[in-house]
């Protein structure tokens, strides 16, 4: 046992991380475990400073225009879910987190990774798949790569996409600029694709059948981008869901968080299934949502435009920005009292009781 | 699917809020003996709405935290071999054994499962026949019948390649050795200070709720079959806050939709045919007499310490960990001098800081707050 608490701030030796000497599962659930192996492993192997700002996607300033660069890799499974399947999960994963910036997103590039035996016809779907979701989100898959490794090396298939997208002039969307007075407006219902996937791999059943809400989201974003120039923050909530996301939102800008937990829809399925396993709903994986800080005047605009659109009919404002407890997310339950929310650590755990 | 607004509804909590701060004349001590009702209590900040003067002591009704050290070692040494498949509930998969965890084990190539029920595990060896399967039985009453289950089914199919880590605990001799004063506590010329009782309503479904009339007589303290949404919570601290206050000590059902007297028979069938009590070590807490459950004679081939021979391992507990004290309400968690500096839910030392439903977890998250300026009334703090 170490005699101080560990003090990792001022840590850039990039290895041994914590008190893991090997990746586990945990290292890619998108928490706290996730953030550590960015942040004390691969940003100073590449030579990137500390504190600086990391984003659902890259900003690349080209002088004339500035591009948005974001990739993703996509290891689910069950390959084919309620909903979607890997393959449309694949594009429309990535038009999101380009489309977090404000841009539009304009092309992806495509890398299959596919293991020795799967079906030929299974691939086929799975690429007819994702060709509808580009078309439908108006990008074009422009670029691919297909590796095949030995049989048993993966499960069937593993997919990366890396999207660019464009950036409008004066757009400037970001973590850090969440200002104290801002409102949190979440774009839907959360904790859908999470529950689905879950469903389906475990074999869960919980009466309805819980369908995935992936969608690409740039045309929500443009909508609502073309009602106010006030939208300073966006973010897709995917894994560590709707907590992870806040909890990024108010480190990265230095402000308090805090939201109505009473204001936050989760779809009575998906209740039932996160009360039966003892999971958070507001740490489940969303595909097809997103959060966003706006300017509190600027609130009906924006909130009006998202309802006009097809992936933003049930938007809600569930919180604000404050000055207090800065770096911290606070819920106000149903009865008044307050919690902390925290990152999860990595993936959610169901309890045993 | 229903039965969830109904029993989070903030009027009807408001309601109840209000009751509670009328009945309060006095200082109460109150215990919720389960996990799953501190959950409750916390998740919804109910013990921030309480009256002063009502205290809440999270007792030791979580599986995860009171698992003692010796046996996670003996899973991590077991999961850790070859040709072994090792099924647990999910969140036991992060508990710290001495130097790491099961999902460690499965980095280094252990193949390690999380099951939905011990029933999966059963499969999974049928399955599997070249494998060696375990299952971690561990838990209180509530866990037992299916553990039960799929020993007996596993026995009745013949799988010679399944069994079972047995580490089970109950209830009432806990809450025995909790009314009985220096149990447990490193502190022994202190005694309890607990008014009062929430008994579990799962653990009460199975074994019915007569089990507790021995403690309410020789106690004299109220003890009130509680369940595990919000308003169950805030009905039974109601019912218990109006024993203490009138001076009357009974065993009261505040769950009947789930409890019955008699508890579930079949269910009590199955247990009792593949477990035999036994004594249990508590993490935290120390080995307390009759408070566990082991496989019986007929079973005792299905029991993974013999079959893997990892009895003899016994890892102590940290003896810089109060968890025990915490338990017991005797301190509060900040009291301890670990607590927040090598002792956090990173690198928890003990029981309580193990599981976020532990006391000391849930102090380390409202202290974080606190220190960063914002009113939060604290328990004790």
């Known amino acids: 046992m170490v005699a101080d608490a560990p003090n990792f701030a001022g840590w850039s030796c990039p290895l041994p991380l914590r008190d893991h000497d090997r990746v586990t599962i945990g290292h890619g659930g998108g928490g706290q475990l996730s953030s550590e192996l960015v942040e004390h492993l691969f940003l100073p192997a590449f030579g990137v400073t500390a504190g600086s700002e990391l984003r659902d996607s890259a900003l690349v300033d080209l002088g004339s225009v500035r591009l948005a660069f974001s990739t993703d890799s996509y290891v689910v499974r069950p390959l084919f879910f309620p909903g979607g399947c890997i393959g449309d999960l694949a594009v429309n994963g990535t038009v999101n987190d380009v489309a977090m910036s404000g841009a539009q997103p304009i092309a992806l590039s495509a890398g299959f990774i596919l293991e020795e035996g799967l079906e030929i016809a299974v691939l086929g779907r799975i690429a007819t798949d994702m060709g509808k979701a580009a078309e439908s989100a108006g990008v074009r898959v422009v670029t691919g790569d297909t590796k095949v490794v030995d049989a048993g090396l993966a499960d069937g298939l593993y997919i990366n996409t890396a999207g660019i997208g464009i950036i409008p002039e004066g757009v400037d969307i970001r973590p850090a600029r969440a200002e104290v007075g801002d409102v949190v407006i979440l774009s839907g219902p959360i904790g859908l694709h999470g529950i689905a996937v879950m469903s389906k791999r475990e074999n869960l059943e919980f009466g309805t059948e819980i369908v995935s809400d992936t969608a690409p989201l740039h045309g929500l974003v443009a909508a609502m981008l073309a009602a106010s120039a006030h939208v300073h923050v966006l973010r897709d909530p995917t894994r560590g869901g709707v907590a992870a996301s806040l909890c990024e939102i108010a480190a990265a800008a230095r402000v308090g968080i805090e939201f109505e937990e009473t204001r936050v829809p989760v779809p009575e399925q998906v209740a039932s299934a996160c009360s039966f396993l003892g999971l958070d709903p507001i740490g489940v994986a969303n595909e097809g949502k997103l959060v966003a800080i706006v300017a509190s005047h600027a609130v009906d605009d924006v909130i009006n435009a998202m309802r006009d659109h097809q992936f933003g009919r049930e938007a809600v404002v569930v919180g604000v920005v404050t000055a207090d407890h800065p770096g911290v997310v606070v819920a106000r339950t149903s009865f008044g009292a307050r919690r902390v929310v925290d990152l999860p650590l990595g993936e959610q755990l169901p309890r045993i009781c | ?381």
């Not at chain 2, 998969?93 to 280094?108: A, I």
């Not at chain 2, 079972?164 to 490193?186: D, F, K, R, T, Y």
């Not at chain 2, 074994?207 to 009130?224: A, D, F």
């Not at chain 2, 120390?286 to 029991?303: H, P």
Request: glycine content about 10%.
């Open chain 2, 1 to 381: 699917m229903r039965y969830l607004d109904e029993f989070r509804d903030p009027e009807l909590a408001a309601r109840l809020f209000a009751d509670i701060a009328r009945a309060t004349t006095r200082e109460w001590a109150i215990m919720e003996v389960c996990g799953g009702q501190t959950h409750a209590i916390i998740r919804n900040g109910i013990d921030q709405l309480l009256p002063p003067a009502i205290e809440l002591i999270h007792g030791p009704g979580c599986p995860v935290c009171v698992t003692p050290l010796a046996v996670i070692d003996k899973a991590l040494a077991i999961a850790g071999m070859p040709d072994v498949v090792f099924c647990s509930f999910g969140d036991m998969l992060r508990v710290p054994g001495s130097e790491h965890d099961l999902f460690q084990v499965r980095s280094h190539g252990g193949d390690v499962r999380v099951v939905y029920s011990p029933l999966d595990a059963v499969r999974i060896a049928e399955d599997n026949p070249g494998k060696q399967v375990v299952f971690f039985a561990i838990g209180f009453e509530t866990t037992a019948p299916a553990n039960a289950m799929a020993v007996f089914q596993a026995r009745q199919r013949g799988l010679t390649n399944f069994s079972l880590l047995v580490s089970h605990v109950l209830v009432p001799p806990a809450m025995e050795a909790i009314m009985s004063s220096s149990n447990g506590s490193s502190n022994g010329s202190r005694t309890s200070r607990v008014d009062g009782f929430l008994a579990a309503g799962h653990v009460c479904s199975v074994m019915g709720s007569w089990q507790y009339e021995p403690l309410v007589e020789r106690y004299g303290v109220p003890i009130v079959v509680t369940g595990f949404e919000p308003l169950d919570v805030l009905e039974g601290i109601r019912r218990v806050v109006i024993q203490l206050e009138a001076g009357t000590a009974t065993l009261e059902n505040a769950y009947p939709r789930v409890v019955q007297a008699a508890g579930n028979i079949p269910a009590q069938a199955m247990i009792n045919d593949v477990f035999e009590v036994c004594d249990r070590t508590w993490r935290g807490i120390g080995e307390i007499a009759g408070s566990g459950w082991r496989l019986n004679e007929r079973y005792r081939a299905f029991d993974a310490e013999e079959r893997f021979d990892v009895a003899a391992i016994d890892s102590p507990e940290s003896t810089r960990c109060r968890s025990g004290e915490v338990l017991q309400g005797l301190i509060t968690p900040h009291e301890c001098e670990a607590f927040g500096r090598e002792c956090t839910p990173r690198t928890p030392l003990g029981a309580t800081m193990v599981s976020s439903e532990g006391a000391c977890a849930a102090y380390y998250q409202y202290r974080r707050l606190d220190a960063t300026g914002v009113e939060l009334r604290g328990r004790g703090g």
